[in-house]
């Protein structure tokens, strides 16, 4: 078994900016990339042995502006993809009163473990 935390990680500090498991802390210090295993799974079997392993992972994209906001998304996708993962969907977070930008993805890979 994979961690997938881990694998995601090893991918986006190719990304060049703050990244963060979970949730951000600190809001101060912007832009930050947060992630976190959605779920994760055996794919494939044979003689009782998980050969490769499905994961899911979220990222979240939080920025000051809708520019950079959307700047970072586009090279988190390059990033994420050009590592093997697909992305399954990706969403604008409407704003609650505060001057952050919030955009949430997710990616699927298959590993061979």
Request: hydrophobic share 30%; proline share 3%.
């Amino acid at each position: 078994m994979l961690d997938i935390n881990h694998e995601a990680e090893k991918t986006l500090k190719k990304l060049g900016c703050r990244i963060t498991h979970q949730h951000p802390r600190d809001f101060k210090k912007m832009p930050v990339v947060s992630y976190y295993n959605v779920t994760e799974h055996g794919a494939l079997y044979s003689d009782n042995t998980e050969s490769v392993q499905s994961g899911y992972v979220q990222l979240d994209v939080w920025a000051c502006s809708a520019r950079e906001c959307g700047e970072i998304t586009l090279r988190a996708n390059d990033v994420m993809t050009s590592d093997g993962w697909t992305r399954e969907m990706s969403a604008d977070i409407p704003e609650n009163g505060g001057a952050l930008y919030h955009k949430t993805m997710r990616f699927h890979k298959y590993f061979n473990v």
